[in-house]
């Protein structure tokens, strides 16, 4: 089972990502799924995706833009957004603008090069589901929420900066 | 200075905590490399030539007495003995073994130190003028400024992990001291038609590979809005900036080829939604910063006392080193004073754990306690009495602090190139020096006046060569080190990058090349032209003329 982190905990993850090239006979072939497909499969298969008889959830890419996006992302129960490398730090953007832009209020969550030493930060931005790398160590991702204390700055997590705090 | 209060502390301990944890992960083999490397360096350690390099932040240059002997205490417990200052006014340590790093950061977070954000793909220490708070033409002090833009800037969740380094400068005073225009954001104090106190903001200036002048985004904005205006520009950066080639990252690139219309809209865009959120600085906030800046107890003193023109009259040494050494502050009966840390044969900035703790032991008598690094690379002691500057000056021999050289052509600005920087293509400290040596009378240097001269190692600037009057550059040229010399640049208001003047030399043509530039200067200038403007005035040419003249 993929290793999953949602809330402070490890739980089991039921969706499946599918890759920038799959077409959309994957939708027949595989009925009853939760898939999170690429931006571009949502644009281009809307017919084929109304029809199937599972979930979908769409991931957008690092380079992908969130003003792209029209208010039908109200309707996906999770929006997961890649890190190609985990010095990739578009995602991070990505996710604050979704919460903070958007209003967006479902599951965000960070696939791709998942990483314990980056935890801490995509939390601030507004993740709060992290499919972590399959060589990460989960007891120990979990602790990597508690890495800071408090911060600085105006974040998702806690939306008043410590100027306003102190 | 900024005093920490819990909440700086608890961070600090926060990051110690977390970056040992790493270290021992790393060590453990549990870490690879590549995932190690960016954790390291946002703590500051790079891996060099010959030994790991620990860059301590001196946010904004400032430094008190009890940091100073923290860090001779560090370079010689961890160190060969010495430091280097940087030309982004912090200090490096060339020699500390990596799984000792994290005590070191133990014993700097004593004295509110730290190396944190150093290096790496992030917001780097900020910048400014090193006579913030005591210039006489200065608008308003920026340190409080700077103190705001450090902590936003610090541990930013969204902005660790941009296309490459960012640094900003600040900037209060009528002529720049801080090199701001080659920031990637550059900041000015400035007043507006109502008289209001504000920032001019410009993006998109660094040296480098691409050297660029910044340009700016904002014309003006108040004082309230500084957070979300710097948050706006970088928010775009992230997304935007590209990471295709990490030489075509830095925002300079980004506002080039989208072209600085478009680059300002998108900014604008993004400040709409934000200008108005938590960021919003408060005045409470800028109070609260602006308390740790306040002057410190000055006595009445009277401009020019007899004690100290009667010294000037009679000791040419103290006199000399005053004329070049000592600047007008803004109370009467004080001065600025800078040490020049370019001694001949030591390599520029460098400075010993026993000049440390006497630059402490000076700083308690004679400067309040606190004392300034510049991004030339000397230290300045901002509040000098005048009828103490004599005995100061005395109290620098012991430990050949007074070079009468600053903002003098032996006063360069030289990154430690490859002697033990892994990216040098060339070395820079030994031409530093061969150029000291050529150039070792003071009467024929105060002839040649006020000249700055730069050398970098390899493009990456760090020796600021773009931005000298005189640059010097390392270049590899089939596996050999060659240099390239070019003239005209400046790093002041009307900032300029120099010109190449034509093929590169030789490491030992060197001097002769720089006496040829200079005589041609000698030779052309009119009455008390600076080096500056005269090239300003005749080009390149009469120069290019007398370097590559052929012998007869």
Redesign the interface.
């Known amino acids: 089972m993929p290793k999953l982190i949602k809330d402070g905990e490890a739980v089991s993850d039921y969706w499946t990502v599918l890759k920038e090239a799959t077409g959309p006979e994957v939708l027949k072939a595989v009925p009853g799924k939760n898939f999170l497909v690429p931006l571009s499969f949502w644009k281009n298969y809307q017919e084929e995706l109304n029809d199937y008889n599972g979930n979908i959830a769409i991931w957008l890419d690092s380079h992908d833009r969130v003003s792209d996006l029209d208010d039908s992302i109200h309707d996906f129960p999770l929006i997961a957004l890649n890190f190609p490398a985990f010095s990739d730090g578009r995602s991070y953007s990505n996710a604050r603008e979704l919460r903070t832009t958007r209003n967006y209020l479902g599951e965000i969550r960070a696939i791709g090069d998942v990483l314990r030493d980056q935890l801490y930060y995509m939390q601030q931005c507004g993740f709060n589901a992290f499919a972590v790398r399959y060589d990460q160590d989960v007891d120990d991702c979990l602790t990597a929420f508690g890495d800071f204390t408090t911060g600085y700055q105006a974040t998702v997590a806690e939306p008043t900066p410590l100027f306003r705090r102190r | 200075m900024y005093q920490y209060?819990n909440?700086d502390h608890?961070?600090l301990a926060?990051?110690i905590r977390?970056y040992q944890n790493?270290t021992e992960r790393f060590l453990a083999g549990?870490?690879s490399e590549s995932?190690f490397l960016?954790?390291r360096l946002q703590n500051g350690l790079y891996v060099q030539r010959l030994a790991p390099m620990l860059r301590v932040a001196v946010p904004y240059g400032m430094l008190s007495s009890a940091q100073l002997r923290k860090l001779a205490f560090i370079a010689s417990h961890f160190d060969k003995g010495y430091g280097h200052f940087t030309t982004r006014q912090n200090i490096q340590f060339n020699w500390p073994s990596l799984s000792e790093v994290p005590d070191i950061l133990k014993h700097l977070a004593e004295v509110e130190m730290h190396a944190i954000q150093t290096s790496g793909?992030c917001i780097r220490n900020t910048t400014t003028d090193q006579f913030a708070g005591v210039a006489v033409d200065e608008l308003e002090d920026t340190r409080p400024y700077c103190e705001?833009i450090r902590?936003?800037s610090?541990?930013?969740?969204?902005?660790?992990?941009?296309?490459r380094k960012f640094k900003i400068a600040v900037c209060g005073t009528k002529v720049d001291q801080a090199a701001t225009q080659v920031h990637d954001i550059g900041i000015y104090l400035t007043q507006n038609s109502e008289g209001l106190i504000g920032f001019r903001i410009l993006a998109g200036g660094g040296l480098g590979r691409t050297p660029v002048i910044g340009k700016e985004i904002f014309p003006f904005v108040e004082k309230q809005y500084l957070l979300s205006a710097l948050e706006s520009i970088l928010?775009v950066y992230?997304?935007e900036g590209r990471?295709d080639n990490k030489y075509k990252a830095r925002i300079k690139i980004l506002v080039k080829e989208i072209g600085v219309e478009e680059f300002q809209n998108k900014v604008m865009q993004e400040w709409e939604?934000i200008k108005n959120?938590?960021?919003l600085?408060?005045d409470?906030?800028i109070t609260?910063c602006k308390s740790f800046f306040t002057d410190p107890n000055y006595e009445s003193l009277a401009d020019t006392p007899t004690s100290l023109s009667d010294r000037l009259q009679n000791n040419i040494l103290f006199s000399s080193w005053h004329t070049q050494n000592v600047k007008p502050h803004k109370i009467s009966g004080y001065a600025i004073v800078t040490i020049c840390f370019k001694e001949t044969g030591v390599a520029p900035g460098d400075v010993t754990d026993r000049q440390l703790n006497h630059l402490a032991q000076l700083a308690d008598e004679y400067s309040f306690g606190e004392v300034r690094v510049s991004h030339q690379q000397n230290i300045v002691f901002a509040d000098v009495r005048q009828d103490k500057l004599y005995d100061f000056w005395l109290g620098l021999q012991s430990e050949s602090m007074s070079s009468p050289n600053l903002g003098l052509l032996t006063d360069m600005i030289c990154c430690p190139g490859g002697d033990f920087c892994a990216l040098a293509n060339a070395k820079s400290i030994p031409i530093a020096e061969s150029i000291q040596r050529e150039f070792n009378d003071f009467d024929n240097l105060i002839d040649i006046g006020e000249i700055n001269l730069n050398i970098s190692g390899c493009m990456n600037a760090c020796g600021h060569h773009h931005v000298g009057n005189i640059g010097i550059l390392g270049v590899d040229k089939k596996g050999e080190e060659f240099y390239q010399v070019s003239l005209g640049g400046s790093s002041k208001n009307q900032a300029s990058l120099g010109k190449i003047i034509g093929p590169s030399f030789a490491q030992e043509e060197i001097p002769e090349v720089i006496q040829k530039i200079i005589s041609a200067y000698k030779s052309q200038r009119k009455s008390n032209e600076k080096f500056i403007d005269t090239y300003i005035r005749i080009g390149m040419d009469p120069f290019k003329e007398q370097v590559y003249a052929k012998a007869d």
């Open positions: 209060d909440y608890q961070m926060d990051r977390q790493q549990k870490l995932e960016p954790l793909n705001i902590q936003w610090t541990f930013h969740p969204e902005f660790a992990y941009l296309p928010r992230n997304r990471r939604l959120s938590a960021l600085l408060t409470d906030e609260r």
